[in-house]
């Protein structure tokens, strides 16, 4: 089929009203008018007829689409003296939403006739019709907690507070939480926010670790971790939370010691205890403790002094 050059008879152009559009193609919805327009320099009357989707190969009229080019079902429109045409192009009436071809002719021939013609084409792209309903948006808020809590909380990169907390005036959409505490591995979610609802979020945090080495000086101390039995001196206990504990240690013949260990996480902590034998009076066969002790020999002293006979007498 060919398809001859309009600059040397008529010029198409076209527009979609109310909006400028690029000449050649346009897209608009199902419904609504598209205006048509171009020069002509050849004729008087331009001849239009539309194919696409589901339409008749050969083409039908714009305004009848139950009309058939091949029989004579054009839209014939007037070239005015200014060589200028224009149409009003209503949208309804039986069309499918796609891509559709209007065909602007200088005399009436339908698509298979087009070869001894003058004509061009323009392409509309047809949709179906939407309806966007703008509603406001209602803000929610998150209640927050934390196992242990006093976490610290930042949403999206914003720090909020401690938990437990509460966030109020937040707009519906998904948010990514992290909670963190000292000696505690870092929690981070992602959790929404529905229009007008609370949004309840509870992070278990888990406790960073350590090791902790204990051992004895003598060795071979009953060792209590924390109220629990862990064996004899030397000990170590890995996986340990990070944070401070307490350490019992008894050793016959020795005072019972207790002191408290830090452990920190991602380390090795050791913590040597001196155990130490009680002090013994002279002549016992027991020890005594040195404050006892102290206490015995002044007792004694007074006795002594009171009952001494005098001289003499």
Not at 24 to 30: A, F, R
Request: hydrophobic share 35%; aromatic share 8%.
């Amino acid at each position: 089929m060919e398809h001859r050059n309009l600059y040397t008879g008529f010029l198409i152009l076209f527009m979609l009203a109310g909006a400028a559009a690029a000449a050649g193609s346009t897209q608009s919805y199902l419904g609504n008018t598209v205006k048509l327009s171009g020069y002509s320099y050849s004729s008087s009357t331009v001849y239009l007829f539309l194919t696409g989707p589901n339409l008749p190969a050969n083409g039908v009229a714009l305004d009848n689409i139950y009309r058939g080019a091949d029989q004579g079902g054009f839209t014939e429109v007037s070239v005015d003296d200014h060589d200028h045409w224009e149409y009003d192009w209503g949208t309804t009436g039986g069309l499918d939403a796609g891509t559709y071809t209007v065909w602007v002719v200088n005399t009436p021939t339908d698509r298979s006739h087009l070869s001894q013609a003058e004509y061009s084409t323009i392409s509309v792209t047809l949709g179906n019709p939407s309806i966007s309903i703008a509603t406001p948006s209602v803000p929610g808020s998150f209640d927050l907690r934390s196992v242990p809590a006093n976490a610290s909380v930042v949403i999206n990169g914003d720090y909020k507070g401690s938990t437990p907390l509460t966030v109020p005036g937040l707009s519906p959409g998904p948010y990514t939480i992290t909670f963190s505490r000292f000696d505690y591995e870092k929690f981070s979610t992602q959790a929404t926010i529905e229009a007008g609802a609370i949004t309840e979020v509870t992070a278990t945090l888990q406790p960073k670790t350590g090791t902790l080495v204990i051992n004895t000086t003598p060795a071979g101390a009953q060792i209590l971790l924390d109220g629990t039995s862990v064996g004899t001196a030397p000990v170590t206990r890995p996986n340990l939370a990070a944070g401070n504990h307490t350490i019992n240690a008894t050793l016959d013949g020795y005072i019972p010691v207790e002191v408290q260990a830090r452990v920190i996480a991602d380390q090795s902590v050791t913590s040597t205890i001196e155990l130490k034998k009680p002090s013994v009076l002279p002549g016992m066969s027991a020890p005594v403790p040195i404050p006892v002790t102290i206490a015995a020999c002044a007792g004694a002293i007074l006795i002594f002094a009171f009952c001494r006979p005098r001289s003499g007498q």
